[in-house]
């Protein structure tokens, strides 16, 4: 079965540290990794990740995959109470266009 | 910026009553998703669509629900006869090729 682990679970930090989540993955047909944050409603999409290797960057938040040991990291430097959210991977198991495995998530919350 | 859209934003139903929930997937793109995601839990599969059809459904998508995409634009997921555990978030989603979501159905049966 294909799985999806994401930790902490939930994080609390304060406004201006840098936090890493972490997913790691177990899969039969791996594609791509995919990042979503969730804060009241629909997952916003934020990076997807299909080369080991080859870092994404969007403004303050950066991620990474790693094929070979079958994870990914999800980076935030500088953070804001605006990143708190639930951070959301998903792997797409198959041939692209299939269904999603999501993880539980990581529940940031970011104190002023 | 194109978007998937789903209306409405909130359903309450009685058990045992059928809703429809619909959803307008960003035009140009071929394949659409229900996902669902229990208050607490994680975003689950239910089905997902392409050339008018059931492409892939998850065990959750039972003989109580269907989807349908009435005309061009409309992707809909029925369900036949609510239950308790039916209550949950239902999100769409629809892709060319990274899959896009809707802001969600939040479907509470009493």
């Known amino acids: 079965e294909d799985k999806v682990v994401q930790s902490p679970l939930s994080l609390v930090v304060h406004e201006g540290d840098t936090v890493t989540l972490n997913c790691s993955y177990e899969?039969?047909?791996?594609?791509?990794l995919l990042w979503y944050k969730q804060e009241k409603k629909a997952p916003t999409f934020l990076f997807m990740l299909t080369s080991s290797g080859i870092e994404k960057k969007s403004g303050r938040l950066s991620s990474i995959l790693d094929k070979k040991e079958l994870f990914s990291i999800l980076n935030i430097t500088a953070t804001q109470t605006g990143d708190s959210a639930v951070y959301l991977c998903?792997?797409?198991?198959?041939?692209?266009?299939?269904?999603?495995?999501f993880g539980k998530g990581t529940r940031l919350s970011v104190i002023a | 910026e194109p978007e998937v859209t789903q209306t409405p934003s909130h359903q309450v139903t009685q058990m045992g009553q059928e809703v429809i929930l619909r959803c307008v997937p960003i035009?140009?793109?071929?394949?659409f998703y229900w996902y669902r995601q229990i208050l607490g839990q994680k975003v689950e599969f239910l089905v997902s669509?392409?050339?008018?059809?059931?492409?892939?459904k998850s065990e959750i998508f039972d003989d109580q629900f269907s989807v349908e995409r009435p005309d061009g634009s409309n992707f809909t997921l029925k369900i036949r006869s609510t239950k308790l555990e039916d209550s949950a978030m239902y999100f769409c989603?629809?892709?060319?090729?990274?899959?896009?979501f809707g802001p969600g159905t939040r479907l509470t049966v009493l």
């Open positions: 989603a629809s892709s060319s090729y990274t899959q896009y």
């Open positions: 669509f392409y050339n008018n059809e059931i492409s892939e």
């Open positions: 035009s140009n793109h071929l394949y």
């Open positions: 998903a792997v797409d198991a198959n041939s692209g266009n299939t269904p999603l495995v």
């Open positions: 899969v039969t047909n791996f594609r791509s």
